[in-house]
């Protein structure tokens, strides 16, 4: 029942390696974090997760039909002023994905209402994206993701330019989608005395210099499922 | 004007290509691929003097290599995904050291190279109106029915991809609509002056528009404006169709802009005009004593 099954994954740009034999495991259910200094493929790692990217070896497989909300750390269309309305981008989820090819309309624009309540932008619904703050995008990402309705949420930073009290709220509302939905969370984060009380697990990208080249181990925290991380190096 | 045959088909060509090029600009503006209508142009061009010289319908080799072009476009873009403006310089000077390899060796097509260049309203053939009117209807239904992935293809193809839309297959295959269109654009426009059809309505519009509907709307009437006010000055003042078309558009564009801005301006000293009547007073005055009051202490 693993969801996303990353074994003996290596990969590198051009002729440089920078993941070695990474082996992450996501079950269903479980909030994992992703953590690691500047500069540690923490976005790599999410890329192969999602197969954004293809691996220089091992192997990445993800379970049939599973469902992928991805929030992105950064993105580019906020910075060409794309000529969208909040409630446009987050009913597209649901306009694209085949889950909800047969799900009536009216179904689907409640379900965008609740996401954007959930983040708090009901009230922006009408506004335009590219006049919105920064924080503001960042909760609009998580929206269009959540409305997906996901088996796996992959969150690429999404508390950046969030404040402390917006980020406590963010936390819940993960929280409760995973232990009320029974979704999955896999989250790149720097704040992880914030997290640790909701993450079941984590991994931490550690640099390895020793054997030549820049290499990246994997280490875990104790957690729910107790494995799930071990690189071999 | 309309008792012209040439002038009914120009017309009708205009109206074709005014509704679907604006609508292809604001995806590819969007999704930084502002100079690609250009890029296929200068490629078409080759397509063209290959026409003439092997002795085919110019429009049909135009578009033929316009179709390579979209393809390879998509290819180098992918190649080079830090440096995309590179597939621009790649197929451009590409395509036109074909094209100008071909001319010098056939020294008689020069001439009539210059309609293609900058377009005239008497180029446009029956067939080729043919071609446009099938194009444009089969290009408006297919994005009409792709209108949520392309929409989410253009907001981020990473999100696109991680939800389920076949990214990739969806880009070539835009790309080869955008050639398609391109070179059935070149008889009105010409070669050099594609781009203004295709991005300068999507610039205002994306400007202007609140929505992403509303974007396409807006973009779809600036076009649909620019080119009939394009081929009239044209007919009436001798003019080539591609640059009276461009004019028209880039005037609309910044007496749009200008407008934009004008409005802004007077809102901010509305606003500063009414802040300064709202300013409440921060010392209280006292308040005079009520009839009962004064009864009381009386």
């Known amino acids: 029942m693993t969801l996303v099954h990353m074994q003996d994954v290596s990969f590198g740009y051009e002729d440089r390696p920078i993941l070695q034999n990474v082996h992450i495991d996501v079950q269903p259910g479980e909030w994992l974090v992703v953590m690691g200094s500047n500069g540690a493929s923490k976005t790599t790692t999410l890329r192969l997760m999602l197969g954004l990217l293809k691996p220089w070896h091992g192997q990445v497989s993800r379970q049939e039909s599973i469902s992928i909300g991805y929030v992105p750390q950064q993105v580019s269309a906020f910075n060409v002023g794309f000529p969208s309305t909040v409630y446009e981008l987050v009913s597209s989820s649901c306009d694209t994905s085949p889950r909800f090819s047969k799900v009536p309309k009216q179904e689907k624009e409640a379900i965008v209402w609740r996401v954007l309540q959930e983040v708090g932008m009901q009230e922006l619904a009408h506004q335009r994206i590219g006049n919105l703050s920064g924080g503001q995008k960042q909760r609009l990402c998580i929206a269009r993701a959540l409305a997906l309705q996901p088996d796996l949420l992959v969150l690429d930073e999404p508390t950046t330019g969030m404040d402390t009290e917006s980020r406590k709220g963010f936390y819940d509302l993960i929280s409760h989608h995973v232990k009320q939905h029974g979704r999955s969370v896999v989250m790149v984060t720097h704040h992880w005395e914030e997290v640790r009380k909701y993450a079941d697990r984590s991994i931490t990208l550690e640099r390895k210099e020793n054997v030549g080249w820049r290499c990246f181990t994997t280490s875990s925290c104790k957690g729910h499922f107790g494995q799930g991380h071990a690189l071999q190096s | ?298």
Not at chain 2, 25 to 44: C, E, K
Not at chain 2, 73 to 93: C, G, N, P, Q
């Open chain 2, 1 to 298: 004007m309309f008792y012209y045959e040439f002038m009914q088909r120009a017309f009708w060509a205009g109206a074709c290509i005014a509704i679907l090029a604006p609508v292809l600009g604001v995806f590819l503006m969007l999704r930084r691929q502002a100079m690609l209508p250009d890029t296929l142009a200068h490629i078409s061009l080759a397509g063209v003097a290959l026409g003439i010289v092997i002795k085919i319908t110019p429009e049909w080799t135009a578009m033929a290599v316009a179709l390579i072009g979209a393809v390879m476009m998509e290819w180098l873009r992918r190649s080079y995904k830090s440096y995309s403006e590179i597939s621009v310089a790649i197929l451009m000077t590409g395509g036109l050291s074909v094209a100008v390899l071909l001319m010098s060796m056939q020294h008689s097509i020069n001439k009539g190279f210059t309609a293609y260049l900058f377009g005239s309203i008497v180029a446009v053939t029956q067939e080729a109106l043919y071609v446009m009117t099938g194009i444009t209807v089969i290009g408006l239904f297919l994005i009409w029915w792709y209108r949520r992935p392309l929409y989410l293809m253009t907001f981020d193809e990473d999100c696109a991809q991680t939800s389920g839309v076949p990214v990739r297959g969806l880009s070539i295959a835009f790309n080869i609509l955008a050639g398609m269109v391109v070179a059935t654009m070149i008889p009105i426009t010409g070669v050099l002056m594609v781009s203004a059809l295709v991005i300068l309505p999507a610039a205002l519009a994306t400007k202007l528009g609140r929505s992403f509907g509303q974007t396409i709307l807006i973009a779809m009437t600036i076009g649909v404006f620019g080119v009939f006010s394009g081929l009239f000055s044209s007919y009436e003042l001798n003019t080539p169709s591609g640059a009276s078309i461009a004019f028209i558009l880039l005037l609309t564009l910044i007496c749009g802009l200008g407008l934009m801005r004008l409005l802004k301006y007077l809102k901010r000293r509305r606003n500063e005009f009414e802040q300064s009547f709202t300013i409440q007073p921060t010392v209280s005055v006292p308040q005079p004593i009520s009839a009962n009051e004064h009864l009381k202490e009386s």
